[in-house]
């Protein structure tokens, strides 16, 4: 089998052990320096999966999610604005933006902001909506050094084999002092604890093109080999089932509890959902 990635995604020089997370592809492998956890996928089902991000019907979400993707994002903007040296308006690139609405959500809180996004008919959708979206990756659009204040990749590094030319990349369009959001699971949480193979995160035909698993250490690893400095890491969330495939009777019980441990688990860097704020040297 054509394995995808063969060595850790952040830069370790360190060899890789298997896992008893064992997925339909073959067990998890895991970085013996960093810990970040490793896809056995081969290549061929790895982009086959990655279409799904150009589907017509992808990334439509209800009105009652768009108000918590609003709350959360609020969180996430004002968090940023008090870490980015310098005066309003500030620019701000979503990368990886889908249909943009990150790009709407900076708009709207005093950013002047704009996106690229990868998958062509997505891109085109962002656009009819009247927001700055260009096709393609970030290396093909050449903007110059230092043009953007703050840059986010919310829910892309999980899919890179090698991220680490896309956050040079990063590191040369933001001015010194920009800051970075990364948003990515978290393979230190209880969820995976609880649960091990049966998060739905790791399978790729659930959350197509996931390959990488990160944790904090991992996360810091890979800040230092692009050059950031790691100014705040954000954990949230917790669960013990998938609705999918759970009881009803039984999910609601464990929702209930992870609902109790929500507070401690962002208290203690546990929740499997990761936000680093990274800031350009």
């Given amino acids: 089998m054509n394995t995808y990635v063969t060595r850790c995604p952040v830069g370790c020089a360190a060899p890789l052990e298997s896992t008893s997370l064992l997925l339909p592809e073959g067990a998890l492998r895991r970085c013996t320096h960093c810990g970040q956890l490793i896809s056995a996928v081969d290549e061929a089902r790895y982009h086959e999966t990655m279409k799904t991000f150009n589907a017509p019907g992808f990334n439509q979400p209800s009105a009652s999610e768009m108000q918590r993707r609003w709350s959360v994002a609020q969180r996430r903007l004002s968090t940023a604005k008090r870490l980015i ?88 369009i933001l001015k010194p002092g920009g800051v970075l959001l990364i948003s990515t699971g978290n393979t230190a949480s209880w969820t995976v604890a609880a649960m091990g193979a049966r998060w739905d995160y790791f399978h790729i035909e659930k959350d197509g093109g996931h390959i990488s698993f990160f944790n904090p250490v991992s996360v810091n690893e890979l800040a230092k080999a692009s050059g950031f400095s790691v100014a705040r890491i954000e954990t949230a969330r917790v669960k013990f089932h998938e609705k999918h495939d759970t009881p009803r009777a039984t999910y609601a019980a464990g929702k209930a509890v992870a609902e109790l441990l929500n507070w401690p688990a962002r208290i203690c860097g546990r929740g499997h959902d990761l936000l680093a704020f990274l800031q350009r040297h």
Avoid: N, Y
């Fill in 85 to 172: 040296p310098g005066a309003s308006p500030m620019r701000w690139l979503d990368i990886g933006c889908s249909r943009g609405q990150f790009v709407e959500f900076a708009a709207r809180s005093g950013f002047a902001a704009e996106g690229v996004e990868p998958a062509p008919g997505i891109a085109a959708a962002a656009r009819a909506q009247g927001l700055k979206v260009h096709t393609g990756f970030l290396e093909d659009q050449r903007f110059p050094d230092a043009s953007f204040d703050a840059a986010s990749l919310f829910e892309v590094v999980e899919h890179l084999r090698d991220p680490l030319p896309l956050l040079a990349e990063v590191k040369r």
